[in-house]
């Protein structure tokens, strides 16, 4: 049903570790996005505690079950939707910085061709714009990745967003 990739390391004491979950509908079968994608999550090890959650496509019922099953106990579920909140980097930055400090799981969520089962919208915490275009799964999943990579580059004031 779902297939799990994780990455972690040790990271500065002064900003406290997020463990983030992304929850993506497809496998990622192009070698081109595997590899974009596995570089990013190898970057992310320095800051966060990642997890990739790859759900099968499916019938939305089911890929519901799966999703639901996937998502941390104490989640702050980001649902990525074309109708949600557009945020600048430096808003992500900020809020991954305050979740972190109440101790909980930020878990993203992408939907496949028929988008996130309306069950995992009605329970996400909210709704985030990546682009007010509809993007291919598999490309919003690499521009979530570098998105977080740069929130966590951003928080501790390294020079990579600039």
Same mark, same amino acid.
């Given at each position: ?10 990271? *500065? ?13 497809? #496998?990622? #079968? ?12 190898? *970057? ?24 639901? #099953? ?16 557009? *945020? ?75």
């Amino acid at each position: 049903m779902c297939a799990l990739r994780a990455s972690s390391a040790g990271a *500065r004491a002064t900003v406290p570790r997020v463990r983030i979950r992304v929850i993506a509908v497809g #496998k990622l #079968k192009e070698a081109h996005y595997r590899a974009a994608v596995d570089d990013y999550l190898g *970057r992310l090890a320095r800051y966060a505690t990642v997890d990739e959650v790859e759900i099968r496509e499916e019938a939305l019922p089911a890929v519901a079950a799966a999703m639901k #099953k996937a998502l941390p106990a104490r989640a702050h579920v980001i649902a990525l939707t074309i109708d949600g909140r557009a *945020r600048s980097s430096e808003e992500l930055a900020a809020q991954i910085e305050a979740l972190s400090h109440r101790a909980v799981d930020v878990a993203f969520v992408i939907g496949g061709a028929d988008g996130i089962p309306p069950e995992i919208v009605a329970i996400a915490n909210e709704k985030l714009s990546l682009s007010k275009m509809t993007l291919p799964h598999r490309l919003a999943r690499l521009v979530l990745v570098e998105q977080i990579y740069r929130a966590m580059t951003i928080r501790r004031g390294e020079p990579y967003h600039h």
